[in-house]
């Protein structure tokens, strides 16, 4: 299930926001977890705010940076601001980065890893080959190895 941030900044409709609280609800959920001032008045100026920053943030190449904590805060905050065309409320720069990290991990596209894709289908047969065989594998045991698993599992011979 999705956060209520999450579901709050990828809401196309107005009723999708309603069903996650009341105006104030979301608008002070979305405030305090962004750490942003929306200035919406209605569910319709709240929507057009989501769907800006959601398509401002989607289409980004890169990654917000974050900031250094010897930077200046109104520097950084002004900046930040500048970016998501909406006013920053953060009183720190740990806030700041907070703010910014938090944003890069709702839009970033994560680079696609072959490895990665390759080991994830790996694991997936493999439970799915053991099922065939009587074997139950919880994919949620990501501490036991492919070899721990056969060694458990493999046949003593008697030779």
């Not at 409709?13 to 002070?28: N, Q």
């Amino acid at each position: 299930m999705a956060m209520p941030l999450e579901l709050a900044l990828r809401a196309v409709t107005i009723d999708e926001l309603k069903e996650i609280g009341t105006f104030s609800e979301v608008r002070t959920l979305v405030q305090q977890e962004l750490s942003v001032k929306l200035g919406a008045r209605s569910w319709h100026g709240m929507l057009e705010r989501m769907k800006r920053l959601h398509g401002l943030l989607s289409e980004m190449d890169s990654p917000l940076k974050t900031f250094a904590e010897h930077e200046p805060l109104a520097g950084c905050r002004k900046a930040l601001s500048a970016t998501l065309e909406l006013r920053v409320i953060a009183t720190s720069i740990a806030a700041l980065n907070t703010t910014v990290s938090r944003l890069n991990s709702l839009y970033c596209k994560k680079a696609f890893d072959p490895a990665a894709r390759f080991e994830e289908i790996r694991l997936k047969n493999f439970i799915s080959s053991s099922k065939l065989e009587g074997i139950e594998i919880h994919p949620a045991s990501h501490t036991a190895t492919l070899e721990s698993i056969i060694a458990k599992y493999k046949r003593q011979s008697n030779g």
